[in-house]
């Protein structure tokens, strides 16, 4: 496996991959888990039979006419997009799909050409979609109104977005005793005495999109 197949295997997003086929030929442990199903059973099979993914609709957006099958086909670069896939239990879950293309060269000789990663969408960010609000208002202004540092404002987003510190330990790559600890400082920098009244200071001042 190279270098990217490695960083995507320890990421802790959902990220597959294809070739210009559209074949799956990469499939990390969180889609193992998050689908329900082994590499095995999806490898050089299309991601539109394997994803059936739609819009908010329900409108198919897998299928023979997937704007990212003709990006991956001519590698032409585009913005990430949102997208609705069903979990291991059946659940319908609003995922962001940002895509990443390998080198020419390396997919020429029938390997990856693209790696599809899958975050889902939490309840704050999904309202601002439907409501057209402005998509970010920065860290760095957010930094200003509050004093948190660049880490505490990842975790705090988290937070946010409903994770738990394990959970919060395991996308930044940190220990659950150094997000308790980020925590701590981020209850007394905004003078709120749970991580729950933290998320609401936050998600009420705009701090994220």
């Known amino acids: 496996m190279d270098v990217l197949g490695q960083t995507f295997s320890n990421t802790a997003d959902i990220v597959f991959g294809i070739d210009k086929e559209c074949r799956i030929t990469f499939w990390n442990d969180r889609c193992r888990k998050f689908f329900n199903r ?79 990663a899958l975050r889902p969408v939490d309840c704050y960010r999904f309202l601002q979609r439907m409501t057209g609000e402005n998509r970010f208002k920065t860290k760095e202004s957010a930094s200003r109104v509050c004093n948190l540092s660049r880490r505490e404002l990842e975790v705090l987003e988290l937070v946010s977005g409903g994770l738990g510190s394990a959970e919060i330990a395991e996308r930044l790559f940190i220990s659950p005793s150094t997000v308790k600890n980020h925590l701590r400082n981020i209850l007394e920098k905004l003078n709120v005495h749970s991580r729950a009244e933290a998320a609401a200071l936050a998600l009420r001042r705009g701090f994220f999109r």
């Open 38 to 116: 082994p590499l095995e059973d999806v490898r050089l099979k299309k991601c539109a039979e394997i994803l059936a993914g739609t819009n908010l609709d329900g409108s198919p957006l897998c299928g023979p006419d997937c704007h990212i099958a003709e990006q991956v086909r001519h590698g032409w670069t585009g913005n990430d997009y949102d997208m609705v896939v069903k979990d291991r239990g059946g659940a319908s879950v609003l995922m962001n799909v940002g895509v990443y293309f390998t080198p020419e060269k390396r997919s020429a000789r029938g390997g990856t050409r693209a790696f599809l």
